[in-house]
Every structure is written in structure tokens, then in C-alpha cells.
T-cell receptor
Framework: GQQVMQIPQYQHVQEGEDFTTYCNSS?????IQWYKQRPGGHPVFLIQ?????EVKKQKRLTFQFGEAKKNSSLHITATQTTDVGTYFC???????????????FGQGTILTVHP | NAGVTQTPKFRILKIGQSMTLQCTQD?????MYWYRQDPGMGLKLIYY???????DKGEVPNGYNVSRSTTEDFPLRLELAAPSQTSVYFC???????????FGDGTRLSIL
């Protein structure tokens, strides 16, 4: 079945440093979504990428979708303590028919920010 | 607008006991999902439903059952609780395919 790998598993940064997490799928994706989960909380949707090579920005966050639609990245510029949490990518594949919105989640990257 | 509501928030079960995790949404969403999240791991899909009366297995369905008698409710049943089912369970919903999933706050379940 479809697998989504995400690296690194952990990232510790000093406040103000940049952060990047990478996501790779074993199959071509129809779209990819990114979620953030604060400690003790539930995943909260950040963004969805659909087009090959797409780049989207949300303030200090930059999201990219690879040309082959099998990989993606999230880059945070100048991290702040409010960025602490786990960042998940989640892939949606229509291979073989309708996916019914099912997502395959990566393992997540746990980000800690030291003030 | 409450969104997706899960009850209970916490529960401790003994091995072999059964329980139902409740999930209800007030957004008239057709698609609903149950995930489990083990410590330091991503979310694994247990079961999903595309509408009332229609359910299907996800990646890790063993030991669980679901039903979907109404659009709003999607309960998850554990029949014979095992320590391996200790996890955080999340329910989510979307209106239709390829939309962002709305998650409930989760149920933290420990089986001892």
C-alpha cells in the first residue's frame, strides 16, 4: 500500500533559526496536505497543495510540492516559540479509483524551539 | 458551531473490557474517519465511512468495529480491549473528497 515517509523525526532549533521537514510518498499523489499538532492537541490543517511544482506561502511558512507529485517540504523561516509542535504531511492518492478523501499520514516531525 | 465532538476525553479500561468511543459532527459532512495515534507516530486509519450505512476498513481495523446509522454519528467499538490498543483516538470528517479534515479533540485510552 501507499507509504509516506517524513524526515527528520525530531528537530531542535534555537529561536530565530530556520526549519525544514521533508515528505516522500511511495506513489504519485493527487494532492498533499500539511497539518500541525500542538502537544496534547489534535491535528490542525495548514494547507493543501494540488499542482505539480506548486509553492505556497503563509507568512513565515513555505510549502512546496514536487514536480513528480511524490514529495513535499515545509520550511519555516526564523522560528518562534509558537511554532513548537509536530508537523505532519498527509498524502491523498486516487490511484485505482476514488480515494474517498482518505489520507496517508507521514510519521511527523517534532519541532522544539529553544528561546 | 461545535464541529467534531468526541467523548470521552480520557478512559482507562481493563483487558477484555469493551467500550464505545463516540464521535459526532454538526457540519453535515458525508465522510468520517477514525484514526489512532501511538506515541511519536503519525495517524493510522482504522475505519472510514462515506455516508450513513456505508463503512469500510482502513489500514489497522483489527479489534475494532464501527457503524454509521446517521450522518452525524460515527461510533467506534472496542469489543475485547487489549494493551496494544492503548492509544489516542481521533475522529475526523470532511464534506467530500480532497478537502481538509476536521479533527475532534481526541480520546486518550489506556488499557491495563
Amino acid at each position: 500500500g501507499q507509504q509516506v515517509m517524513q524526515i527528520p523525526q525530531y528537530q531542535h532549533v534555537q529561536e530565530g533559526e530556520d526549519f525544514t521537514t521533508y515528505c516522500n510518498s511511495s506513489t504519485t499523489l493527487s494532492n498533499i496536505q500539511w497539518y500541525k499538532q500542538r502537544p496534547g492537541g489534535h491535528p490542525v490543517f495548514l494547507i493543501q497543495l494540488v499542482k505539480s511544482g506548486e509553492v505556497k506561502k503563509q507568512k513565515r511558512l513555505t510549502f512546496q510540492f514536487g514536480e513528480a507529485k511524490k514529495n513535499s517540504s515545509l520550511h519555516i523561516t526564523a522560528t518562534q516559540t509558537t511554532d513548537v509542535g509536530t508537523y505532519f504531511c498527509a498524502g491523498n492518492s486516487n490511484a485505482g479509483g476514488t480515494s474517498y478523501g482518505k489520507l496517508t499520514f507521514g510519521q511527523g516531525t517534532i519541532l522544539t524551539v529553544h528561546p | 458551531n461545535a464541529g467534531v465532538t468526541q467523548t470521552p476525553k480520557f478512559r482507562i479500561l481493563k483487558i477484555g473490557q469493551s467500550m464505545t468511543l463516540q464521535c459526532t459532527q454538526d457540519m453535515n459532512h458525508n465522510y468520517m474517519y477514525w484514526y489512532r495515534q501511538d506515541p511519536g507516530m503519525g495517524l493510522k486509519l482504522i475505519y472510514y465511512s462515506v455516508g450513513a450505512g456505508i463503512t469500510d476498513k482502513g489500514e489497522v481495523p483489527n479489534g475494532y468495529n464501527v457503524s454509521r446509522s446517521t450522518t452525524e454519528d460515527f461510533p467506534l467499538r472496542l469489543e475485547l480491549a487489549a494493551p496494544s490498543q492503548t492509544s489516542v483516538y481521533f475522529c475526523a470528517s470532511i464534506g467530500r473528497g480532497a478537502q481538509p479534515q476536521h479533527f475532534g479533540d481526541g480520546t486518550r485510552l489506556s488499557i491495563l
